[in-house]
């Protein structure tokens, strides 16, 4: 009987060990500029009752609507696998009390979501996604910063220049109703040029017109009202201020008087990072402000912004522009030995290596030596040590350099002071229990 292999279902994939290098390394930018910034990391459940993002996110929304992976349990109740990071962190916030801290509360993420998107470059089922929340306060210098951060973050991973930054505003609650009327108005009588999404949205989502890339709907759209007509003086002025901030932080941006977001808790500040080339199909993140939704899902009126960004994405923007990172596991060393004696004596040994900070493989399998120094090349490994009967006897090992192809002697007491001296103490992969990881 043949059996068929598995693979992946459809838009979901593996993280094979080359790729985790860019995740780490991502991560790590993202750590450490969060941090730096008096962030701390929040981790939400990978399901919650599916109310958490139907309220939140908004019934209207193409997330809602068609993309969420919900399922009952056993008992019947309607769960969904996250399709977002900020409806989550904000269930936490009010769950877990958090307004008695300081604020502003500053929480980050870096988490997979769930989509039940057109699988497609750059777009799958399930993704990364980091992302960062500033709960409990309301100034413009906070979106501000909130987009800088973003931006320090792109820089580091030396993306920064490929994008731009769209800004826009969709003004207050209040606003936005006298928006949503004009805009009706505008398209009642337009319908025929619209499509079939747009049709819909008209009724339950006006806003997502603006932002639909439908060639018709996007001349429409050229000629629709403007959001900035529609705002009351404090929202205008808001909206100055946060331009002024991003002009003092010497960050570039795009005024976009149609990019509203998908999603229905924003209010005031939007912004997205699109690619330069290929604009909002290829958008690597975005956020804003949401200071309705804290109320909206039971807590106390809270004013908050943030951002969240694709990990996915970003990675093929860093490959596209064949940015490196490094990569900690490179093995220093290969043992190789032959005999039982020498195998007994390489057992402890490798363990020595490995608590000095020494990356260490030793084939304990029985391959002839000449098999073994070929198993060492393929694992590209610095160093090779030897350990036959004759070094067993006289109390030796050779290490053989690869590269240079190069071998020495040494006494087997002074081979890890050796092998230190020559990897480098910089090098070397030392972990102390207490101490970071990252
Ligand atoms: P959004 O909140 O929808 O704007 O998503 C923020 C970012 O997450 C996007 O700019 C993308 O980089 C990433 N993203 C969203 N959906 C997907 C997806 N289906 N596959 C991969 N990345 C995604």
Redesign the pocket.
Known sequence: MTVTPFQTPK?VHDILPNDHDYYTYIKKVVRHRLRQAGFKRISTPIFEFTDVFARSIGDATD?VEK?MYTFLDKKGRSLTLKP?GTAGVVRAYIEHGMKQLPRPVELYYIEP?F?Y?RPQK????Q?W?F?YEMIGELDPALDAQVIYIANKINEDLGIDKLFDIQLNTIGSLEDRKKYIQALRDYYYGKERSLCEHCVSRLEKNPLRLLDCKNEDCMILAELAPKMTDYLSAESLEYYNDVKEYLNELEIPFTENPRLV???DYYSNTVF??WDAKEGAQN?????GRYDGLVEKMGGDPTPAVGF???????IAHMKREKIRVPCKDDIHVFVAQLGKEAKKKCLKLIDEMREAGIRTIGALGKGAMKDQLKLADKFNAKYTLILGITEVREGTIIIRNMQKGSQEVVKFDQVIDELVSKIGKNNLDKYTPGELLY
Request: charged share 30%; glycine share 26%; aromatic share 10%.
């Open positions: 838009g997330i993309e977002e979501h989509r998107d750059g777009r799958y089922r993704f996604q992302g977001r998908g999603l997205e990072f958008a690597i993140g975005g956020g969240a960004a694709g990990i996915e994405r970003i």
